[in-house]
Protein backbone atom coordinates (compact mmCIF):
# COMPACT_ATOMS: atom_id res chain seq x y z
CA UNK A 1 0.00 0.00 0.00
CA UNK A 2 1.31 3.57 -1.04
CA UNK A 3 1.89 6.22 1.84
CA UNK A 4 -0.62 8.73 1.94
CA UNK A 5 0.50 12.71 0.65
CA UNK A 6 -2.41 14.21 2.71
CA UNK A 7 -1.66 16.61 5.82
CA UNK A 8 -3.82 18.12 8.29
CA UNK A 9 -3.39 21.17 9.98
CA UNK A 10 -4.14 21.34 13.78
CA UNK A 11 -6.41 23.98 13.64
CA UNK A 12 -9.06 22.01 11.06
CA UNK A 13 -9.83 20.26 13.97
CA UNK A 14 -12.85 21.46 16.44
CA UNK A 15 -14.05 20.83 19.62
CA UNK A 16 -18.05 20.43 20.38
CA UNK A 17 -20.55 20.54 22.59
CA UNK A 18 -24.31 19.81 22.91
CA UNK A 19 -26.72 19.66 25.62
CA UNK A 20 -27.88 16.00 26.42
CA UNK A 21 -31.17 15.08 26.62
CA UNK A 22 -31.00 11.21 28.26
CA UNK A 23 -27.98 9.45 30.08
CA UNK A 24 -26.48 6.86 27.69
CA UNK A 25 -27.41 8.34 24.55
CA UNK A 26 -24.98 11.07 22.86
CA UNK A 27 -26.58 14.20 20.92
CA UNK A 28 -27.42 13.42 17.19
CA UNK A 29 -27.82 15.18 14.45
CA UNK A 30 -31.28 17.27 14.38
CA UNK A 31 -31.48 17.29 17.96
CA UNK A 32 -30.00 19.97 20.44
CA UNK A 33 -26.92 22.07 18.65
CA UNK A 34 -23.31 21.32 18.95
CA UNK A 35 -21.60 24.59 19.36
CA UNK A 36 -17.81 24.96 18.34
CA UNK A 37 -15.95 26.48 20.76
CA UNK A 38 -13.55 28.50 20.38
CA UNK A 39 -10.01 26.80 21.38
CA UNK A 40 -6.32 27.69 21.34
CA UNK A 41 -5.86 24.26 20.29
CA UNK A 42 -7.58 20.87 20.50
CA UNK A 43 -5.26 18.19 22.96
CA UNK A 44 -5.89 14.44 23.00
CA UNK A 45 -8.09 13.31 26.22
CA UNK A 46 -7.01 10.63 28.25
CA UNK A 47 -8.99 7.83 28.15
CA UNK A 48 -7.21 5.77 30.84
CA UNK A 49 -7.84 2.28 29.78
CA UNK A 50 -7.35 -0.69 32.39
CA UNK A 51 -4.31 -2.47 31.54
CA UNK A 52 -1.92 -5.20 32.88
CA UNK A 53 1.34 -5.50 31.54
CA UNK A 54 2.72 -7.54 34.37
CA UNK A 55 5.01 -10.93 33.31
CA UNK A 56 3.36 -13.86 34.17
CA UNK A 57 4.87 -17.03 35.95
CA UNK A 58 6.31 -18.86 33.92
CA UNK A 59 8.07 -16.40 31.25
CA UNK A 60 10.95 -13.80 31.32
CA UNK A 61 8.85 -11.60 29.26
CA UNK A 62 5.27 -10.35 28.51
CA UNK A 63 3.45 -12.76 26.13
CA UNK A 64 0.80 -11.75 24.17
CA UNK A 65 -2.15 -14.00 25.61
CA UNK A 66 -0.97 -12.17 29.25
CA UNK A 67 -1.87 -8.61 28.11
CA UNK A 68 -5.18 -7.68 29.19
CA UNK A 69 -6.40 -4.11 28.27
CA UNK A 70 -10.27 -3.10 28.99
CA UNK A 71 -11.93 0.46 28.65
CA UNK A 72 -15.26 -0.70 31.03
CA UNK A 73 -15.54 1.48 34.39
CA UNK A 74 -13.06 3.83 33.68
CA UNK A 75 -13.08 7.80 33.85
CA UNK A 76 -12.29 9.19 30.45
CA UNK A 77 -11.14 13.14 31.08
CA UNK A 78 -11.43 15.32 28.51
CA UNK A 79 -9.43 19.00 29.02
CA UNK A 80 -9.69 22.20 26.42
CA UNK A 81 -9.02 25.85 26.78
CA UNK A 82 -9.53 28.90 24.59
CA UNK A 83 -11.48 32.41 24.26
CA UNK A 84 -14.72 32.64 26.74
CA UNK A 85 -17.68 33.30 24.09
CA UNK A 86 -21.21 33.06 25.01
CA UNK A 87 -21.94 29.56 23.71
CA UNK A 88 -19.28 28.29 25.34
CA UNK A 89 -20.09 29.77 28.57
CA UNK A 90 -23.77 29.24 28.66
CA UNK A 91 -23.05 25.83 28.31
CA UNK A 92 -19.81 25.43 30.52
CA UNK A 93 -21.40 27.22 33.90
CA UNK A 94 -25.08 25.49 32.96
CA UNK A 95 -23.53 22.51 33.49
CA UNK A 96 -20.81 23.03 36.22
CA UNK A 97 -23.47 24.93 38.35
CA UNK A 98 -26.35 22.28 37.85
CA UNK A 99 -28.43 24.92 36.46
CA UNK A 100 -31.81 23.93 34.47
CA UNK A 101 -31.00 23.73 30.54
CA UNK A 102 -31.48 26.71 28.98
CA UNK A 103 -31.13 28.95 31.43
CA UNK A 104 -32.66 32.42 30.27
CA UNK A 105 -31.06 34.60 33.47
CA UNK A 106 -27.40 34.52 31.48
CA UNK A 107 -26.29 34.48 35.82
CA UNK A 108 -25.54 31.12 36.54
CA UNK A 109 -25.25 30.50 40.81
CA UNK A 110 -24.49 28.20 42.80
CA UNK A 111 -26.11 28.30 46.16
CA UNK A 112 -25.09 28.14 50.04
CA UNK A 113 -27.54 24.99 50.42
CA UNK A 114 -26.90 23.30 47.36
CA UNK A 115 -27.53 19.41 48.37
CA UNK A 116 -25.66 16.61 46.47
CA UNK A 117 -27.18 15.98 42.87
CA UNK A 118 -26.59 12.26 41.15
CA UNK A 119 -27.88 11.65 37.62
CA UNK A 120 -27.77 8.10 35.86
CA UNK A 121 -29.86 5.70 33.68
CA UNK A 122 -33.83 4.86 34.58
CA UNK A 123 -34.04 8.94 36.07
CA UNK A 124 -36.69 10.71 34.13
CA UNK A 125 -35.23 13.74 33.01
CA UNK A 126 -31.39 14.68 32.77
CA UNK A 127 -31.67 17.78 30.46
CA UNK A 128 -29.45 20.13 31.57
CA UNK A 129 -26.91 17.96 33.61
CA UNK A 130 -25.07 16.27 30.86
CA UNK A 131 -22.96 17.31 27.86
CA UNK A 132 -22.20 15.32 24.59
CA UNK A 133 -18.64 16.00 23.55
CA UNK A 134 -17.54 15.84 19.70
CA UNK A 135 -13.26 16.49 18.66
CA UNK A 136 -14.29 16.41 15.37
CA UNK A 137 -11.63 15.43 12.43
CA UNK A 138 -10.15 17.78 10.57
CA UNK A 139 -10.55 15.47 7.83
CA UNK A 140 -13.92 13.28 7.89
CA UNK A 141 -16.19 12.33 10.51
CA UNK A 142 -15.41 8.88 10.87
CA UNK A 143 -12.28 9.65 12.53
CA UNK A 144 -14.11 12.18 14.80
CA UNK A 145 -14.12 10.93 18.54
CA UNK A 146 -17.46 11.39 20.49
CA UNK A 147 -18.23 11.14 24.44
CA UNK A 148 -21.27 10.91 25.91
CA UNK A 149 -22.59 11.97 30.23
CA UNK A 150 -20.28 14.24 30.16
CA UNK A 151 -19.80 16.56 33.39
CA UNK A 152 -18.17 19.74 33.83
CA UNK A 153 -15.58 19.17 36.84
CA UNK A 154 -13.25 21.90 37.01
CA UNK A 155 -13.60 25.28 35.07
CA UNK A 156 -11.10 28.22 35.36
CA UNK A 157 -11.89 31.76 33.60
CA UNK A 158 -9.05 34.35 33.46
CA UNK A 159 -7.67 37.49 32.27
CA UNK A 160 -4.37 38.84 31.91
CA UNK A 161 -3.80 42.68 30.58
CA UNK A 162 -0.92 42.06 29.06
CA UNK A 163 -2.56 39.29 27.11
CA UNK A 164 -4.97 39.94 24.24
CA UNK A 165 -5.48 43.13 26.43
CA UNK A 166 -7.79 41.74 29.20
CA UNK A 167 -9.49 39.09 27.20
CA UNK A 168 -11.02 36.65 28.81
CA UNK A 169 -10.08 33.24 28.81
CA UNK A 170 -10.80 29.39 29.88
CA UNK A 171 -9.89 26.10 30.58
CA UNK A 172 -11.79 22.80 31.88
CA UNK A 173 -11.52 19.78 32.53
CA UNK A 174 -14.76 17.41 31.66
CA UNK A 175 -15.19 13.64 32.77
CA UNK A 176 -17.24 10.89 31.09
CA UNK A 177 -17.70 7.66 32.39
CA UNK A 178 -19.01 5.76 29.55
CA UNK A 179 -17.45 4.29 26.79
CA UNK A 180 -16.08 5.90 23.70
CA UNK A 181 -18.37 6.37 20.96
CA UNK A 182 -16.99 6.86 16.74
CA UNK A 183 -19.34 9.54 15.42
CA UNK A 184 -19.89 8.58 11.73
CA UNK A 185 -23.01 11.36 11.28
CA UNK A 186 -21.89 13.11 8.69
CA UNK A 187 -25.39 15.67 9.42
CA UNK A 188 -24.22 16.26 13.13
CA UNK A 189 -25.53 19.98 13.60
CA UNK A 190 -22.73 22.60 14.24
CA UNK A 191 -23.59 26.18 15.42
CA UNK A 192 -19.90 27.99 14.77
CA UNK A 193 -21.51 30.94 15.42
CA UNK A 194 -19.57 32.73 17.77
CA UNK A 195 -17.93 36.06 16.53
CA UNK A 196 -14.58 38.06 17.85
CA UNK A 197 -16.53 41.27 17.38
CA UNK A 198 -19.67 40.13 19.36
CA UNK A 199 -18.99 37.68 21.98
CA UNK A 200 -15.61 38.76 23.26
CA UNK A 201 -15.31 39.37 27.04
CA UNK A 202 -12.95 41.76 28.33
CA UNK A 203 -11.90 43.05 32.36
CA UNK A 204 -12.20 46.49 30.86
CA UNK A 205 -15.55 46.39 31.05
CA UNK A 206 -15.70 46.03 35.09
CA UNK A 207 -16.10 49.75 37.16
CA UNK A 208 -13.75 50.83 39.32
CA UNK A 209 -16.57 50.79 42.36
CA UNK A 210 -17.32 47.26 41.55
CA UNK A 211 -13.73 45.80 41.12
CA UNK A 212 -13.85 44.43 44.87
CA UNK A 213 -11.45 42.43 46.29
CA UNK A 214 -13.10 41.17 50.02
CA UNK A 215 -15.03 44.47 50.59
CA UNK A 216 -11.79 46.10 49.30
CA UNK A 217 -13.26 48.74 45.90
CA UNK A 218 -11.62 50.65 43.42
CA UNK A 219 -8.41 47.96 43.26
CA UNK A 220 -6.08 48.56 40.25
CA UNK A 221 -5.78 44.78 38.66
CA UNK A 222 -3.61 43.49 36.20
CA UNK A 223 -4.70 39.54 36.02
CA UNK A 224 -7.06 37.62 37.68
CA UNK A 225 -8.06 34.04 38.08
CA UNK A 226 -11.46 32.47 38.76
CA UNK A 227 -11.69 28.43 39.67
CA UNK A 228 -14.35 26.50 40.00
CA UNK A 229 -14.56 22.88 41.16
CA UNK A 230 -17.61 20.59 41.14
CA UNK A 231 -15.98 16.73 41.01
CA UNK A 232 -17.87 13.92 39.96
CA UNK A 233 -17.80 10.37 41.09
CA UNK A 234 -18.97 7.53 39.13
CA UNK A 235 -20.25 4.24 40.73
CA UNK A 236 -22.50 1.18 39.25
CA UNK A 237 -19.76 -0.59 36.72
CA UNK A 238 -21.95 -1.84 33.68
CA UNK A 239 -20.76 -2.97 29.95
CA UNK A 240 -21.15 0.29 28.98
CA UNK A 241 -19.97 2.44 31.48
CA UNK A 242 -21.38 3.27 34.84
CA UNK A 243 -24.60 3.52 36.39
CA UNK A 244 -24.64 6.88 38.46
CA UNK A 245 -22.61 9.98 38.44
CA UNK A 246 -22.71 11.43 41.38
CA UNK A 247 -21.78 15.25 42.75
CA UNK A 248 -21.42 15.07 46.14
CA UNK A 249 -17.62 16.60 47.17
CA UNK A 250 -17.14 20.17 48.03
CA UNK A 251 -18.05 22.82 45.44
CA UNK A 252 -15.45 25.23 45.48
CA UNK A 253 -14.95 29.03 44.35
CA UNK A 254 -11.53 30.80 44.41
CA UNK A 255 -10.01 34.06 42.95
CA UNK A 256 -6.34 34.53 42.37
CA UNK A 257 -5.39 38.30 41.32
CA UNK A 258 -2.97 40.42 41.33
CA UNK A 259 -3.43 44.35 42.10
CA UNK A 260 -1.38 46.94 42.48
CA UNK A 261 0.01 47.88 45.79
CA UNK A 262 -1.68 51.33 46.91
CA UNK A 263 -3.32 53.50 49.92
CA UNK A 264 -6.54 51.63 48.88
CA UNK A 265 -5.03 47.95 49.55
CA UNK A 266 -2.23 48.76 52.16
CA UNK A 267 -4.42 47.04 54.84
CA UNK A 268 -4.75 43.76 53.15
CA UNK A 269 -1.75 42.16 55.18
CA UNK A 270 -3.52 43.09 58.24
CA UNK A 271 -6.88 42.32 56.86
CA UNK A 272 -5.47 38.55 55.85
CA UNK A 273 -3.86 38.13 59.32
CA UNK A 274 -6.87 39.34 61.54
CA UNK A 275 -9.78 38.01 60.08
CA UNK A 276 -12.77 36.60 62.39
CA UNK A 277 -12.96 32.57 62.82
CA UNK A 278 -16.69 32.09 61.65
CA UNK A 279 -16.84 34.76 59.73
CA UNK A 280 -16.75 36.24 56.49
CA UNK A 281 -14.36 39.13 55.54
CA UNK A 282 -16.67 40.90 52.78
CA UNK A 283 -17.86 40.86 49.54
CA UNK A 284 -16.17 40.16 46.31
CA UNK A 285 -17.37 41.30 42.88
CA UNK A 286 -15.80 41.95 39.68
CA UNK A 287 -18.53 43.42 37.55
CA UNK A 288 -19.47 46.66 35.60
CA UNK A 289 -22.74 47.54 37.70
CA UNK A 290 -23.94 46.41 41.36
CA UNK A 291 -25.90 43.59 40.35
CA UNK A 292 -25.08 40.81 37.56
CA UNK A 293 -26.68 41.47 34.44
CA UNK A 294 -26.75 39.10 30.87
CA UNK A 295 -24.58 39.69 28.05
CA UNK A 296 -21.68 41.42 30.38
CA UNK A 297 -19.21 39.37 32.14
CA UNK A 298 -19.21 39.56 35.85
CA UNK A 299 -18.13 37.49 39.25
CA UNK A 300 -19.98 38.09 42.55
CA UNK A 301 -19.20 35.69 46.02
CA UNK A 302 -21.15 37.47 48.24
CA UNK A 303 -19.60 36.42 50.97
CA UNK A 304 -15.50 35.72 50.93
CA UNK A 305 -12.06 35.37 53.13
CA UNK A 306 -8.63 35.74 52.19
CA UNK A 307 -6.40 32.43 52.02
CA UNK A 308 -3.34 34.53 50.64
CA UNK A 309 -1.78 38.19 50.48
CA UNK A 310 1.81 38.31 49.41
CA UNK A 311 4.22 41.23 47.45
CA UNK A 312 4.92 41.07 44.09
CA UNK A 313 7.95 42.43 43.22
CA UNK A 314 7.61 44.58 39.29
CA UNK A 315 8.65 47.34 38.03
CA UNK A 316 6.14 48.96 40.57
CA UNK A 317 4.68 46.78 43.88
CA UNK A 318 2.06 44.75 43.38
CA UNK A 319 0.39 42.11 45.38
CA UNK A 320 -1.01 38.54 44.62
CA UNK A 321 -4.17 37.97 46.40
CA UNK A 322 -6.21 34.50 47.06
CA UNK A 323 -9.75 34.76 47.51
CA UNK A 324 -12.46 31.58 48.30
CA UNK A 325 -16.10 32.03 48.29
CA UNK A 326 -17.95 31.18 51.42
CA UNK A 327 -21.36 30.31 52.08
CA UNK A 328 -24.28 31.85 54.33
CA UNK A 329 -25.55 28.71 55.78
CA UNK A 330 -26.87 25.61 55.14
CA UNK A 331 -29.75 26.80 55.44
CA UNK A 332 -29.32 29.54 53.51
CA UNK A 333 -30.13 30.41 49.78
CA UNK A 334 -27.87 32.59 49.24
CA UNK A 335 -25.74 32.30 46.56
CA UNK A 336 -22.10 30.86 47.17
CA UNK A 337 -20.76 32.51 43.92
CA UNK A 338 -22.65 33.69 40.75
CA UNK A 339 -20.75 34.25 37.16
CA UNK A 340 -23.14 35.99 34.65
CA UNK A 341 -22.20 35.95 30.55
Same mark, same amino acid.
Given at each position: !??I????Y??????FL? +?????FG?????????YH???V?S?????L?????L??????R????T??? /?S??AT???????? *?A? *??A???L???? =? %????GSA???Y???S?A????V %???A?SQA? $???SV?I??????N??L?F?????????L????GT???????S?T?? $???A???? *?????TV??A???A??NYL !?S???A??RQ???VA??? =?????????????FTGP?STG???????G????????T?K??D????M????????T??SE %????L? /?Q??? +???SF??? =????VF????F??? *? =??M???S???V?S??G??TAL?????
Amino acid at each position: !MAISQAAYSSSAFQFLI +AEQDAFGTIEGAGDNAYHALDVDSVGSPSLNPNQALDVRAGSRVLQATDFF /HSNVATVKEISVSG *TAT *TNALDLLLENI =M %GEAEGSASGVYSFLSNASAQSV %GRGASSQAG $TLLSVVIKSGFGTNADLSFKDCVVTSLSLSGDTGTEGGRIKFSCTLK $TGSAVEDL *TDATTTVDTAFTAASENYL !MSSWAAAYRQLVGVADVV =MTSFTLNLTNDAEFTGPISTGFDVITRAGEFSATLDSTIKYDDKCEDMFENFNDQSTGASE %GATKLN /HQSAL +ADASFGIS =MPLSVFTNVSFNEQ *T =MMMLDVSIKAVGSGVGSSTALVEVAC
